[in-house]
C-alpha cells in the first residue's frame, strides 16, 4: 500500500498551529501537529511575543490564598453536575464527526473531599467497552512536566544551571549558535530552535523508523533549519527544545531520560499507573486513539506513531488517577526538589489569558499542561488559590481548536465552577455560551 506525505502549514487555518498531515492509507489522512506530540498551544510569533525581560507572570501561586478568590460553586451540587455533563456533551458533539468523540473522561476534584468523574463514550468502538478512570491513555506532552521536574532536580543538586548555555554540554549533535542559547530557553520554549517534526525529513520517513535511528537525528535535521528568531526573542512551540533537554539529562547523569523518570519520580511518588515506554504496547486496560475519515467516521490509529518518535518531547502513558494527583504536586513546586518553584512558575504571557513558565502553562491561576498526539488529548489543570483541580482526557486530536478539544473542555466545567477565573480565553466571539448549572 502507497503511503504519500505532505507538509503544510497551517497559519492560513490555525494562526498559532502548523501542523504536518501524513497519509496513512488510501482511505484516510492523520493529523501530525508539527509540535506532534503537542503541545499546549503552539506558535506565535516574536512580534506577539514580549521578552522575558518585560513580562510579568499573570498569577502568584506564591501570594495567592483561598480566601482570596470568591467561593466556587460546589462540585457535589446535582445542578453543576448537570451543567458539566451538557457542556461535556455539547463538546463531544461539537468536535465529533457523524458521532460524538468516541471517549471523554472528566474529573473535577475541589480540595475538600468533594469531586465529580464522569466517562463518556467507549475507549474500544469495535467492542463497546466501558470507559472507566482506570484506562490508559498516551499522555503526549505531559511528559514534558516530568521531564522537567528531573533537569530542575538536577539544577538543585548544582548538576547544571538553567541559564548554562548549550555549548557547555556534549550531546552528539551540532547546535548552531549553542554558545548563545540556554537551558532555560529550551523550557520555556524561547530558544527559536526548528520544530523536529517539521522537517522535509521526519516527512519522508512516512512514520517508519530507520535503523539506528535516535532522537539526535531529529535535532540534526531541525538544525538544519534555520531558527525561527534570535534566542530570547520571542516564543514558538518546538519540541526540539525538549528532546534536547532529554539529551542534556542523558549527558548529566549518564543515564537514560526514561530511567531518570522512573526513579526520581514514578516511584518516589508511586504512580504505579504511569510509564515511559519502550514499545508501542498499551498497559492494560488501555483506550484506543481515533482519527475522523473524510466521511466523518472513525478510524482507529492507535499505535500508529512509533515511541522511538516521541522520546522526552511525549512518550508517556498514564491514567487519570496518577495525574490527578502528580498535576497537584507539579503545580505546586513538590517534584522539583532543590530545584526554583519560582523559575518554574515565571509564566510568560504569549496567547490571551495564557503564559507558559518552564514545561507549565498558566492561564487565569490555573497551572497544568495539555498534552496531545494523533489519537489522544488530555489537559490537567490545577488552582492553587482554590485548591481545584480539571482534567479532561478524549481519544482524539483534532487540528482545531488551537488550544485543544480537552482544554476547551476544562475551560467550559471552569465557566461553570469558577466563573471568575476561566482559563484559554483568546476571542470570546468564537466561543459558546457557557451552560448555566440550574438552582437545587
Known amino acids: 500500500m502507497k503511503t504519500a506525505s505532505l507538509f503544510t502549514s497551517s497559519f492560513f487555518l490555525l494562526p498559532f498551529l502548523p501542523f504536518l498531515l501524513l497519509t496513512l492509507n488510501r482511505r484516510s489522512t492523520l493529523l501530525l501537529t508539527s509540535s506532534f506530540l503537542l503541545l499546549t498551544f503552539l506558535s506565535a510569533s516574536a512580534e506577539t511575543s514580549p521578552s522575558p525581560a518585560s513580562a510579568q507572570p499573570m498569577f502568584s501561586v506564591a501570594s495567592a490564598s483561598p480566601g482570596r478568590a470568591k467561593a466556587a460553586v460546589s462540585v457535589e451540587s446535582p445542578s453543576v453536575q448537570a451543567a458539566i455533563v451538557a457542556a461535556v456533551e455539547n463538546d463531544r458533539?461539537?468536535?465529533?464527526?457523524?458521532?460524538?468523540?468516541?471517549?471523554?473522561?472528566?474529573?473535577?476534584?475541589?480540595?475538600?473531599?468533594?469531586s465529580f468523574i464522569r466517562a463518556f463514550g467507549s475507549p474500544d468502538l469495535k467492542n463497546n467497552v466501558p470507559l472507566t478512570t482506570a484506562d490508559h491513555f498516551r499522555i503526549g506532552s505531559n511528559t514534558k512536566t516530568f521531564v522537567i521536574s528531573v533537569l530542575l532536580q538536577l539544577v538543585g543538586e548544582k548538576k547544571l544551571s538553567l541559564d548554562d548555555p548549550l555549548s557547555r554540554f556534549s550531546l552528539g549533535v551540532a547546535i548552531p549558535n549553542a554558545e548563545n542559547i540556554t537551558v532555560r530557553e529550551l523550557c520555556n520554549m524561547r530558544s527559536g530552535l526548528f520544530e523536529a517534526y517539521a522537517t522535509p525529513?521526519?516527512?519522508?520517513?512516512?512514520?517508519?523508523?530507520?535503523?539506528?535511528?535516535?532522537?539526535?537525528?531529529?535535532?540534526?535535521?531541525?538544525?538544519?533549519?534555520?531558527?525561527?528568531?534570535?534566542?530570547?526573542?520571542?516564543?514558538?512551540?518546538?519540541?526540539?527544545?525538549?528532546?534536547?533537554?532529554?539529551?542534556?539529562?542523558?549527558?548529566?547523569?549518564?543515564?537514560?531520560?526514561?530511567?531518570?523518570?522512573?526513579?526520581?519520580?514514578?516511584?518516589?511518588?508511586?504512580?504505579?499507573?504511569?510509564?515511559?515506554?519502550?514499545?508501542?504496547?498499551?498497559?492494560?486496560?488501555?483506550?484506543?486513539?481515533?482519527?475522523?475519515?473524510?466521511?466523518?467516521?472513525?478510524?482507529?490509529?492507535?499505535?500508529?506513531?512509533?515511541?522511538?518518535?516521541?522520546g522526552s518531547a511525549g512518550a508517556m502513558i498514564s491514567d487519570m488517577n496518577d495525574i490527578r494527583r502528580w498535576i497537584e504536586l507539579y503545580a505546586t513546586g513538590k517534584t522539583i526538589g532543590?530545584?526554583?518553584?519560582?523559575?518554574?512558575?515565571?509564566?510568560?504571557?504569549?496567547?490571551?489569558?495564557?503564559?507558559?513558565?518552564?514545561?507549565?502553562?498558566?492561564?487565569?491561576?490555573?497551572?497544568?499542561?495539555?498534552?496531545?498526539?494523533?489519537?489522544?488529548?488530555?489537559?490537567?489543570?490545577?488552582?492553587?488559590?482554590?485548591?481545584?483541580?480539571?482534567?479532561?482526557?478524549?481519544?482524539?486530536?483534532?487540528?482545531?481548536?488551537?488550544?485543544?478539544v480537552a482544554s476547551v473542555m476544562v475551560r467550559d466545567i471552569a465557566r461553570i465552577i469558577t466563573p471568575d477565573h476561566v482559563p484559554f480565553v483568546y476571542k470570546e466571539s468564537s466561543e459558546p455560551s457557557p451552560v448555566p448549572p440550574k438552582k437545587d
Not at 93 to 105: D, E, H, I, N, Q
Not at 341 to 366: E, K, M, R, V
Not at 381 to 387: L, V
Open 93 to 114: 458533539k461539537r468536535f465529533g464527526g457523524r458521532m460524538p468523540v468516541p471517549a471523554t473522561l472528566i474529573g473535577v476534584w475541589d480540595g475538600k473531599g468533594g
Open 338 to 404: 532543590a530545584g526554583s518553584y519560582q523559575d518554574l512558575i515565571n509564566c510568560i504571557p504569549f496567547l490571551g489569558n495564557t503564559s507558559f513558565g518552564l514545561g507549565i502553562t498558566c492561564s487565569a491561576g490555573w497551572y497544568g499542561y495539555t498534552g496531545a498526539l494523533p489519537g489522544y488529548n488530555t489537559a490537567d489543570y490545577y488552582s492553587p488559590e482554590t485548591g481545584i483541580t480539571i482534567m479532561a482526557w478524549i481519544n482524539y486530536q483534532a487540528k482545531e481548536p488551537v488550544e485543544g
Open 201 to 310: 525529513q521526519f516527512a519522508a520517513l512516512n512514520m517508519k523508523v530507520p535503523k539506528n535511528f535516535n532522537p539526535r537525528t531529529l535535532v540534526g535535521w531541525a538544525m538544519e533549519q534555520k531558527p525561527y528568531f534570535a534566542p530570547g526573542k520571542g516564543y514558538h512551540y518546538s519540541n526540539t527544545n525538549y528532546l534536547l533537554l532529554g539529551m542534556i539529562i542523558e549527558e548529566i547523569t549518564k543515564d537514560s531520560v526514561g530511567n531518570q523518570i522512573r526513579k526520581r519520580l514514578l516511584e518516589s511518588f508511586g504512580l504505579t499507573h504511569t510509564s515511559y515506554p519502550e514499545t508501542e504496547a498499551m498497559p492494560s486496560p488501555w483506550v484506543h486513539g481515533y482519527h475522523l475519515d473524510k466521511e466523518g467516521n472513525w478510524e482507529d490509529i492507535s499505535n500508529t506513531i512509533p515511541v522511538a518518535f516521541m
